[in-house]
């Protein structure tokens, strides 16, 4: 009787840790599938951090590209400045030559007045000279007025490059942080996957472990019962026995 219950606690036993062996084995599967998605996605959001990251390169690059462009117009248009400036030192000296020019004409119209009749001819060269001197000195003067609003415009642009360049250096300078964060990201999401997949490989051997509980699990089961069908048949024989040897009795005490 004993043996007998000993035989059904086993079994019961036996049962239970089989069937909760099945849910953790249901549990276990289910993490790691929950796992592997993760790690997709991990790996996925790796590789769109990779890309971006190249991009942000390619971006850093235009924009050093930019900045170097803006330096050698900004050099040009210093370059043109320069010029107009001697252009206008050219003007000045005609200007000045023209004001000579006219002097000299006034000094031949006097002394052409004073030479009388025979000065008439020399005062009409000295006043077409003149004349010439005044528009040379007008054209002049137009010519510095132009000269003046280039330079003007020369060093408005030259500002205006110089402030793109510096703009363009501080996304040149934000795009190599971006750059940077990006990549310790992607070694962060990278560190992520890895250990993502470490954890996948972990749950299948738990899965795998648990199934072999499940599968011992049943064989104690099955074991139990062999016991407890054991049980049963020895304790019929033994009944059969204790009948064989009470009737054995009986028939000693009738002799």
């Given at each position: 009787e004993q043996l007998n219950g000993t035989s059904r606690e086993m079994s019961s036993l036996a049962d239970e840790t089989s069937q909760k062996s099945t849910a953790v084995a249901a549990a276990s599967e289910q993490a790691t599938a929950n796992v592997q998605?993760?790690?997709?996605?991990?790996?996925?959001?790796?590789?769109?951090?990779?890309?971006?990251?190249?991009?942000?390169?390619?971006?850093?690059t235009v924009a050093l590209k930019a900045v170097e462009k803006a330096k050698n117009t900004n050099a040009?248009?210093?370059?043109?400045?320069?010029?107009?400036?001697?252009?206008?030192?050219?003007v000045n000296l005609i200007n000045s030559i023209a004001s000579?020019?006219?002097?000299?004409?006034?000094?031949?119209?006097?002394?052409a007045a004073r030479a009388g009749d025979a000065g008439k001819?020399?005062?009409?060269?000295?006043?077409?000279?003149?004349?010439?001197?005044?528009?040379?000195?007008?054209?002049t003067e137009e010519?510095?007025?132009?000269?003046?609003?280039?330079?003007?415009?020369?060093?408005?642009?030259?500002r205006a490059i110089e402030d793109i360049g510096t703009t363009i250096e501080e996304i040149s300078q934000?795009?190599?942080?971006?750059?940077?964060?990006?990549?310790?990201?992607?070694?962060?999401?990278?560190?992520?996957?890895?250990?993502?997949q470490?954890?996948?490989?972990?749950?299948?051997?738990?899965?795998?472990?648990i199934a072999g509980v499940s599968q011992?699990?049943?064989?104690?089961?099955?074991?139990?019962?062999?016991?407890?069908?054991?049980?049963?048949?020895?304790?019929k024989q033994t009944n059969t026995l204790k009948a064989e040897v009470e009737r054995f009795l009986a028939d000693m005490r009738a002799a």
């Open positions: 998605t993760a790690a997709a996605a991990a790996e996925e959001l790796s590789s769109s951090i990779a890309e971006i990251n190249r991009q942000v390169s390619q971006s850093s040009t248009v210093k370059s043109l400045a320069d010029a107009a400036q001697k252009v206008g030192e050219v000579q020019t006219n002097l000299l004409a006034l000094n031949a119209t006097i002394e001819g020399f005062a009409v060269v000295a006043s077409e000279v003149k004349a010439l001197a005044n528009q040379t000195a007008k054209a010519i510095s007025s132009q000269i003046a609003a280039i330079q003007g415009e020369t060093e408005t642009a030259v934000i795009s190599t942080t971006i750059a940077s964060a990006v990549e310790e990201q992607g070694a962060a999401t990278g560190e992520i996957a890895r250990n993502v470490q954890a996948a490989t972990g749950t299948k051997e738990v899965s795998a472990n011992a699990s049943g064989a104690v089961g099955k074991s139990a019962g062999e016991v407890m069908s054991a049980a049963g048949s020895m304790a």
